[in-house]
């Protein structure tokens, strides 16, 4: 089964509008986070959120996450052509015994556009 | 900021040839990682490394894969006989405190091209 599956697989908008690209993933996590590349480039963490917790801000983004529906949101607000970058969920499960290394499971990743 | 340098950016290789990615992560990191991303596909786990030994492994990290930390600053991952299906974007990751609850650092990757 995959792991952090996100949707949509490619979202284009306007600046100053908003962005929410969501993410299901199938098991239980450690914790849940989101990266953003940009073309070319490596991965830039933005937010880590933990399974305890439901929601997070950063600046212009905001998490959330439900480990009963085992999905979560990114949201970016007043978006802006600088946005424009492949964003990606990643979990990092326990593993048996509860130890865990940090390995990220990510997910396919969702295009943003964002025409100035 | 400090920050996690890969080097080189692109490396184009024969395939049957052996290739060595090379890393410096931030420098007071505990945990590393290797990972790879194919053209057009997920960014997939392939190793961490902790306290001087590999702490976990996907199933693409075989016996043709192996990394080294051989001395304070660097973490190396070698390819000894290298494939046609190798070609792809390899990031190096690193992590600096105990417990999962701590995003990884990513360099920005080598291309490797199998020719």
């Known amino acids: 089964s995959q792991q952090g599956e996100e949707d949509p697989q490619a979202l284009s908008i306007q600046e100053g509008e908003n962005a929410t690209m969501n993410c299901s993933y199938k098991t239980s996590i450690n914790n849940l986070q989101w990266y953003r590349q940009n073309s070319g480039r490596g991965l830039v963490h933005l937010i880590l959120i933990r399974s305890n917790e439901r929601e997070k801000h950063s600046g212009r983004l905001r998490v959330t996450l439900d480990t009963s529906k085992k999905s979560s949101s990114l949201l970016i607000t007043a978006s802006r052509a600088a946005d424009t970058a492949s964003y990606f969920c990643a979990t990092v499960r326990p593993n048996a015994g509860g130890t865990s290394y940090g390995k990220l499971t990510f997910g396919q990743g969702t295009i943003l556009t964002v025409h100035p | 900021e400090p920050e996690v340098t890969q080097t080189p950016s692109h490396q184009v290789t024969q395939m049957g040839q052996e290739v060595i990615l090379r890393c410096v992560p931030i420098s007071n990191h505990l945990y590393f990682y290797w990972y790879r991303q194919i053209l057009g596909q997920k960014v997939e786990f392939l190793v961490s490394f902790y306290n001087n030994e590999i702490s976990e492994k996907s199933e693409i990290f075989d016996d043709q894969f192996s990394v080294e930390r051989p001395d304070g600053s660097n973490f190396t991952l070698k390819i000894r006989s290298t494939k046609l299906e190798d070609s792809a974007m390899y990031f190096c990751?690193?992590?600096?405190?105990?417990?999962?609850?701590?995003?990884?650092?990513f360099g920005d990757g080598t291309r490797l091209s199998i020719l």
């Open positions: 990751a690193s992590r600096g405190t105990r417990g999962s609850n701590q995003p990884q650092h």
